[in-house]
């Protein structure tokens, strides 16, 4: 999994020099209305409202703009929104999913494919590079949630699948079927997590070179830049000294 720490670690760094927090609110909003709408506006009956608000509070939205966004969903004039996963190949033979949240499918459609087609990409058929990932659930903590050794026995005992651990936090694995009951067990044992979510997590990484690095961390910026962009997952991984510059 050292691929997926690198990846994410670049990531991260760039999101705290580049996020622009009102889009990064705005799509954590309508994750929360959509999940009001799919299911009962009380989180306390909606697994997954209680996820999105979870993880809404994670990045520090107010409580006013997560109330709204619930409200949003009951409204007559709520937008209906389509959970669309776009795959596709970057630089380098990379692989690349993107999960939107769209009330209009041609332009979303027409907008991934400009990005990946100006980045020297390729937008694939679905199915086309999800096969060589894994769907998965993860639960992050805060460093201070415990040790290595603690934050282990008590995945294991949640029947959670891994731990990982690096200087941005614990990273705990399970079946994506389980997230929420492994979820809700870690909560007895370790208080709540920072974020409860599914990811696409890659079995085997790319390596690339710092030029094409680049260019996938230039696609995939413009790919979260996109209004109806949720989430975007790659394979790439680089070498110690090329993360070096890229997270500098």
Known sequence: ??????????????GRQDAVRSKMFSKLARE?????????????????L????QNAKAQSMPKDNIDRAIKKAAGADAENYDEVRYEGYGPGGTAIIVE????????????VRSIFTKAGGALGE????????????????K??????????EAAIEAGADDVETDEEGHYITCAFESLGEVAKALEGSLGE????????RAQNNVPVDEERAQSLLKLIDSLEDDDDVQNVYSNFEVDEEVLAKLSA
């Open 193 to 200: 997590a920072e974020t409860v979510k599914a990811v696409w």
């Open 126 to 141: 679905t199915g086309s590079v999800s096969f060589s990932f894994d769907h998965v659930g993860e639960i992050t903590y």
């Open 100 to 111: 939107a949240l769209t009330d209009n499918r041609n332009r979303t459609a027409s907008n």
């Open 1 to 14: 999994m050292a691929g997926h720490s690198q990846f994410k670690n670049i990531m991260h760094r760039k």
């Open 32 to 48: 929360i209305t959509v999940a009001a709408k799919a299911g009962l506006p009380d989180p306390a009956m909606n697994a997954r």
């Open 143 to 152: 460093l201070s949630a415990g040790d290595a050794d603690k934050m282990m």
């Open 50 to 53: 209680r996820l999105a608000i």
